[in-house]
């Protein structure tokens, strides 16, 4: 069945530091690839999409490119502030919509 | 409009108690689905509905019954549960396709059973 992989946290950073959290993906077909995030008591937003191979999304800065040949999509941003501090999760969509197992990021001024 | 809310924000409930979940999209969206999120952990499907109908039934327990009652509509009627079904209930909606549109989740129902 499908599944997604997400690397585990939590991820510690400065502010203004690189980010890179990474998910890989097991699936038949063509799934899309989503990035949500989630604050703290908050439900999920949306971050960025990608609904094929090359495909890069990208949004308030994030960004993450599906990689067909790795069966990756990681995230990724130039410069983290505060505001960034969240769980992030990875997902996937064929028949279902299935998450990773989330990746606390706190960034720290 | 993209929102997606959910009533009520916080429910707590004896193990005797019937209760019910509400969410509610404006957004023409005819998928909708329930979602279990335990602390530290990702969400879990529970129940999907595609145009007024279950499509997707995860194995959940008797004790949690969905309904839809329309497209803009949908409910978690909770009976008798036990207290590992505390949790953030997420109602979430989707056009209905195979995988390329994205869900949309609402703010949860942080439920405590006592």
């Known amino acids: 069945g499908n599944s997604v992989t997400q690397m585990e946290g939590p991820v510690t950073l400065s502010e203004e530091a690189f980010l890179t959290i990474n998910c890989t993906y097991t699936?038949?077909?063509?799934?899309?690839l989503f990035w949500y995030v989630q604050y703290p008591g908050e439900g999920l937003q949306l971050l960025l999409k990608a609904t094929k191979a090359d495909d890069k999304g990208s949004n308030k800065g994030f960004e993450a490119t599906y990689r067909k040949e790795t069966t990756s999509f990681h995230l990724e941003k130039g410069s983290v502030q505060v505001s960034d501090s969240a769980v992030y999760f990875c997902?996937?969509?064929?028949?279902?919509?299935?998450f990773g197992t989330g990746t606390r990021l706190q960034v720290f001024p | 409009d993209t929102e997606v809310t959910q009533t009520p924000k916080h429910l707590v409930m004896g193990m005797t108690n019937k209760k019910s979940l509400k969410c509610e999209q404006h957004?023409?969206?005819?998928?909708m689905y329930w979602y279990k999120q335990k602390a530290k952990k990702p969400p879990e499907l529970m129940f999907v509905?595609?145009?007024?109908?279950?499509?997707i039934n995860e194995s959940v327990p008797s004790r949690f019954s969905p309904e839809c009652p329309n497209s803009s509509l949908l409910n978690l009627h909770l009976h008798a549960l036990q207290p590992e079904d505390s949790a953030l209930y997420l109602c979430?909606?989707?056009?209905?396709?195979?995988?390329?549109?994205?869900?949309?989740f609402g703010q949860g129902t942080r439920l405590t059973v006592v």
């Open positions: 997902a996937l969509k064929g028949d279902k919509l299935i």
């Open positions: 979430a909606s989707s056009q209905v396709d195979s995988r390329g549109t994205e869900a949309f």
């Open positions: 957004m023409g969206h005819r998928a």
């Open positions: 699936a038949t077909g063509y799934p899309s």
């Open positions: 509905y595609s145009y007024e109908k279950l499509s």
